[in-house]
């Protein structure tokens, strides 16, 4: 690694605009970025993949093996990504730092603590928390319904026992005892809103926006309703900063907040990928799990509320990926199967329909494993050109930047031919219901949606709030376009089941929980915790 003022250098960042964290991490100033406005903006390429599955598509490992490859072309090129979770990475995921030789470092800190944005995120969120109940307990002089109180707790840690809760137990001294729950930290709204903010300003505003609950008469309160705007603005402070790293190949990097795509709106924070715009020509960014939900959720939320234009798209794939579409055990995936890939190609292919929905190009790129056969990597390239677009074979993993050239040159000439005609699946003024059922007819290819009489009602009681006009942010697994997640391939004709509607009024979208999806994960049977840990030299070993 060389020192990050060094990197910083590589774009024209000088010394004074970065504030280190250790002389290989900082986060950048909020004077310099204030002082790109002036500067046009470059090119934005978004990484998207597959309905991910047990054998790995790479899609971070990409994006960073891609951003090295337009830097090995002669580009000037950074990549923008999400910070990763603690509860992923000792949980059943890993780390989120890329793999091989594209990967981005130092990768236990990225992993781990990093620059501490996480555990302010997780502050700011429980201080509303104890605001709230605190302010019931005092007398309550808003008015504050304790039966609606919408506003749970959040941990950085997959912990299914904490989904549920009741709290305030221990007599009248310890306050009124309510059913109360806990979600991961980046399903929190004060994630969501940071990754929306456009400055401080525009934080503490959505801050005091977050609809915490209702009266008994079922009119809204607010976070500035019991003061909490204020004190969790300056606990976010210094995390709204973007924070600067590098990959393997000493290109730099920006990292920064991480919300879930199955459960948030998966995409890094519009300020970084904003000022990356500024100081680089080309920025690659990573929008979480498949494009039925990242992608969907970058084009329709990002895009929409930052006035973001995307002028290509990388949707990644790997062989062993398309044959368990097709068909194949984990198991097998060693031995080669055309027919398999030529059969899970058929997830491919929608996805590549669904982002030119968007009027985004997108282009393949086939993350090689050492296993993959010629003949199987041709069944990809002949899916992708019977769509209109080219795939790639990509051996970033093993080469670098330098097993994406190809690829690099492809991604530019795309970029710069003007092809981009990007526009949200649905408009603002579309009703709440229908802007749900459009995405799971378009994107997922149900059949419809279902809803109960009070997610109905719902609907009905956030169009006359006047949050009509919001996105909506689907809350689905992963694994499938489907809710079931052992529906892999392409399913359609499905049903798409709508359990509950959360309104987030501060990030401006309204979360759509669907299927049995958790917005606290839990852990495995077997967490990768279980394999990491300080060897003898006092290295951290496990944590991939």
Same mark, same amino acid.
């Given at each position: ?264 709106? *998966? ?150 031919? *003007? ?126």
């Amino acid at each position: 690694m060389k020192p990050i003022t060094e990197v910083a250098a590589k774009l024209g960042i000088p010394a004074d605009a970065i504030i280190p964290y250790g002389s290989t991490k900082a986060k950048l100033s909020f004077d310099f970025i204030n002082a790109l406005n002036t500067r046009p903006d470059g090119k934005l390429i978004l990484v998207t993949a597959i309905s991910p599955t047990p054998a790995g598509e790479g899609k971070t490992t990409t994006t960073v093996g891609l951003s090295d490859g337009l830097n090995r072309i002669g580009k000037k090129a950074m990549c923008a990504l999400r910070e990763p979770s603690l509860g992923p990475c000792f949980g059943v995921k890993g780390g989120a730092a890329g793999g091989g030789y594209a990967q981005v470092v130092p990768m236990e800190d990225i992993n781990l603590h990093f620059t501490g944005d996480f555990h302010a995120i997780t502050s700011a969120h429980n201080l509303l928390s104890a605001l709230i109940d605190n302010h019931i307990y005092w007398g309550n002089a808003v008015g504050l319904d304790s039966r609606r109180v919408e506003w749970r707790r959040v941990l950085d840690m997959n912990d299914r026992a904490l989904r549920s809760i009741v709290n305030s137990l221990g007599g009248v001294s310890n306050g009124f005892p309510r059913e109360d729950g806990f979600d991961i930290t980046v399903a929190s709204e004060v994630m969501a809103i940071l990754c929306l903010a456009s400055d401080l300003k525009d934080l503490e505003t959505r801050l005091g926006n977050i609809i915490i609950g209702y009266t008994r008469d079922k009119k809204p309160v607010r976070a500035r309703d019991v003061k909490g705007d204020g004190a969790m603005t300056v606990l976010l402070k210094d995390a709204l900063m973007p924070n600067m790293v590098q990959t393997l190949e000493n290109n730099p990097v920006f990292i920064h907040g991480g919300p879930f795509a199955n459960i948030a709106h *998966g995409c890094n924070s519009v300020l970084a990928t904003k000022s990356a715009l500024k100081i680089a020509d080309y920025v690659v960014t990573e929008a979480g799990f498949g494009a039925d939900l990242g992608a969907e959720k970058f084009f329709d939320i990002k895009c929409r509320k930052a006035g973001l234009n995307p002028s290509a798209a990388v949707i990644v794939a790997t062989v062993r990926a398309l044959k368990m579409h097709g068909g194949v055990a984990k198991d097998d995936l060693k031995n080669e199967n055309v027919a398999a890939v030529a059969k899970g190609c058929e997830n491919l292919k929608r996805h590549i329909e669904n982002v030119g929905k968007f009027g985004v190009p997108a282009v393949v790129a086939v993350n090689r494993f050492i296993t993959d056969t010629d003949a199987e990597i041709q069944e990809v390239m002949k899916a992708a050109e019977s769509m209109g677009t080219r795939a790639f074979m990509c051996t970033h993993w093993a080469d670098g930047g330098k097993g994406t050239e190809a690829l690099a040159r492809h991604v530019v000439e795309i970029a710069d031919s *003007g092809k981009a005609q990007f526009k949200p699946l649905y408009p603002d003024d579309m009703p709440l219901r229908e802007k749900v059922k459009t995405i799971a007819t378009e994107i997922y290819r149900a059949a419809d949606i279902s809803c109960d009489s009070s997610v109905e009602t719902r609907f009905k009681e956030l169009e006359a709030m006047g949050f009509g006009h919001l996105p909506v942010c689907m809350a689905k697994t992963q694994y499938s376009f489907s809710t079931d997640p052992t529906k892999r391939g392409a399913p359609s004709g499905h049903i798409v089941p709508v359990r509950e509607l959360r309104l987030s009024a501060g990030a401006e979208f309204v979360v759509v929980i669907t299927g049995e999806i958790m917005t606290m994960p839990g852990l495995p049977k077997v967490p990768s915790a279980d394999s990491i840990r300080l060897n003898a030299q006092g290295q951290i070993e496990g944590l991939f």
